[in-house]
């Protein structure tokens, strides 16, 4: 798919996929049956899975990805060099593997928002999120990612600005792409730890912003 204007005014940057067309891989569907088969003999509780998947999904599987934006949110030098070479910046803190030999990092700015789809199939990059999502690898998700971007933020309860551009980015085979997004105000002075908990896997699939912390505050109070 060729980089261009969407219809709604965002801009869409694809490559070409060569890899499958949509069908479940054989691995995929391998994992399938033996789930099946386990949880007929009773030898797994379907319950219990899901709960696992979701924790794999949004907790334990972007914490990589987290620790890379916060970096890059507390050293200019190491963001600059995410933004130029993203899979050498992301290998340097330990993060690499299968489905992340080949990074692009995006940010977000006031001025422009990015969003990551995969339109064929569900390319995502695994050793800085984990687990897809089942929203992300959906028919419906793949195609209005694309023709109207700011309907699916807003279904994510995100609304940006009219005059913030959106830039749809395609991942393939070849290449993925993480979100660096926006700093929140008021953590100045917070550390990388700190930083890296208001990092969510959907702000750097870009269907969601970075946590505020004067939200979680008054949450907590």
């Known amino acids: 798919m060729a980089a261009g204007p969407s219809p709604t005014g965002g801009e869409i940057h694809g490559h070409d996929h060569d890899h499958d067309d949509g069908r479940p891989s054989d691995i995929v569907l391998r994992v399938r049956a033996l789930e099946s088969l386990l949880i007929e003999k009773g030898y797994v509780d379907p319950t219990a899975l899901?709960?696992?998947?979701?924790?794999y999904e949004t907790k334990i599987g972007p914490r990589n990805g987290a620790g890379v934006v916060a970096r890059s949110w507390l050293d200019p030098t190491y963001r600059e060099w995410l933004l130029e070479d993203a899979t050498a910046a992301i290998r340097s803190l330990g993060y690499a593997?299968?489905?992340?030999?080949?990074?692009?990092?995006?940010?977000?700015?006031a001025a422009v928002h990015n969003m990551i789809v995969c339109t064929l199939c569900s390319c995502y990059p695994l050793p800085v999120l984990g687990l897809p999502p089942v929203w992300y690898k959906s028919a419906p998700y793949r195609s209005r990612a694309v023709i109207d971007p700011r309907g699916v933020l807003a279904d994510f309860g995100v609304s940006l600005p009219p005059a913030t551009k959106i830039r749809v980015w395609d991942s393939t085979a070849e290449i993925?792409?993480?979100?660096?997004?926006?700093?929140?105000?008021?953590?100045?002075?917070?550390?990388?730890?700190?930083?890296?908990?208001?990092?969510?896997?959907?702000?750097?699939?870009?269907?969601?912003?970075?946590?505020?912390?004067?939200?979680?505050a008054a949450e907590a109070s």
């Open 50 to 55: 899901d709960v696992i998947v979701e924790t």
């Open 176 to 216: 993925r792409y993480l979100v660096v997004p926006m700093r929140p105000a008021g953590t100045e002075g917070f550390s990388e730890e700190r930083l890296a908990s208001l990092v969510t896997r959907d702000s750097m699939i870009g269907t969601g912003l970075a946590l505020d912390p004067r939200s979680l």
């Open 97 to 109: 593997g299968r489905q992340g030999e080949h990074m692009v990092a995006v940010e977000n700015t």
